[in-house]
């Protein structure tokens, strides 16, 4: 704390990543990182590019990467933004697109950058519970006379729930809310979802953010997206250029292209990892655990009989780290990547020795 902090500052309770120890022999389940690797021809590309040019600043619109992402999904490319990470997109997307007179709707348990950004910001925000069994209720972000969300936000899947909302009423959001902007985080979807960037031909009010840290393994280069109609697209391109020209580094341009060429890696790396994720429920169920439907590269699990901070705890004993949240409503579960086979089968047996011994 010092007396030269703004007031801003002052009031600020910063998004706290996942822990990133420094263990030996670690099996590190709880940051939702992409246990396969990137693309190798993303890395090879990133290899070429450490040459002389990096003396020269980088394209400032990042012309060849949104026109990929564009002829990907099907959108022409000043429908695609892209910045450093989707952490930075969701930021101007709240500042551009989510700060209004009205409230900005998002669930009560979701990505807690949300409301980090509110706070930041100076937006207004509700939280809107999730039901008992942390679905997102489609009918708790229709408008009902007078009472209307300014704009709305939701991960789909959901985080750090994992759980998935259908297309289908993704678009009965966005119908529903013809003057709010809603934006679906999909950092996800890859995982066993459906995006919902095809609706942005039909709604304007729609904002589709993807990432390429989870699916693409590509967390530590920093490339997010944004897909909507032009005039939303603008928005974000005036508040980034006022920010930062060159958000994406030479070697993130690079790497992050050559990825969107590689379609069979990455059809097959999300492969790989859902057929992990199958394999996990079904063992943690059979040790008595009960775990929430996911679509994501994660699960969310709880023990009815354990606690589970001291489960975490006890995995890290063991060099096995998971995320354990302190929220009340979801202060029993372990949020668990989704890692190899054989890192996977190493958390599995240390979880049966625990509650063995227990």
């Not at 009031?11 to 822990?19: A, K, S």
């Not at 997102?136 to 789909?156: C, K, S, T």
């Not at 949020?335 to 190899?340: A, H, K, S």
Request: charged share 20%; hydrophobic share 45%.
């Amino acid at each position: 704390m010092s007396r030269f902090w703004s007031a801003v500052v002052h009031g600020l309770t910063p998004y706290v990543p996942g822990e990133q120890p420094k263990l030996a022999d670690l099996v590190k389940l709880n940051t939702n990182e992409h246990p396969y690797g990137p693309s190798p021809r993303a890395l090879e590309a990133i290899r070429a590019a450490t040459d002389d040019s990096l003396r020269l600043y980088p394209d400032p619109n990042a012309d060849a990467l949104k026109a990929a992402l564009a002829q990907r999904y099907g959108v022409q490319a000043n429908q695609v933004f892209v910045g450093n990470g989707s952490d930075e997109v969701l930021a101007h997307a709240f500042m551009a697109l989510l700060h209004h007179e009205r409230p900005l709707w998002f669930p009560d348990i979701t990505y807690s950058f949300y409301p980090v950004y509110c706070q930041l910001y100076g937006i207004e925000h509700r939280a809107v519970p999730l039901a008992d069994d942390f679905a997102l209720r489609v009918e708790d972000y229709l408008p009902r006379g007078a009472e209307r969300a300014g704009a709305i936000v939701f991960a789909n899947p959901n985080a750090p729930t994992g759980r998935l909302l259908a297309l289908a009423d993704v678009e009965r959001i966005v119908a529903a809310n013809p003057d709010a902007v809603v934006l679906v985080d999909e950092a996800y979807i890859d995982f066993g979802g459906q995006s919902a960037v095809p609706l942005v031909h039909r709604y304007p009010n729609l904002l589709v953010v993807h990432t390429f840290s989870k699916s693409r393994a590509l967390a530590g280069l920093r490339v997010g997206y944004a897909i909507g109609q032009a005039p939303l697209i603008e928005g974000l391109e005036r508040v980034k250029n006022s920010f930062n020209s060159y958000p994406l580094d030479r070697l993130a341009l690079a790497g992050a292209l050559a990825s969107v060429q590689d379609e069979a890696h990455f059809q097959e790396s999300c492969r790989k990892v859902i057929a992990t994720r199958t394999a996990l429920v079904e063992r943690l169920g059979a040790l008595g655990f009960e775990v929430l439907p996911s679509a994501a590269n994660f699960i969310f699990a709880r023990h009815p009989r354990h606690d589970a901070a001291q489960l975490a705890a006890a995995l890290r004993a063991r060099a096995i780290i998971v995320r354990h949240f302190k929220q009340p409503r979801i202060a029993q579960f372990l949020r668990i990547t989704m890692g190899t086979d054989a890192q996977c089968g190493i958390f599995v047996e240390a979880l049966r020795e625990i509650l063995v011994g227990e």
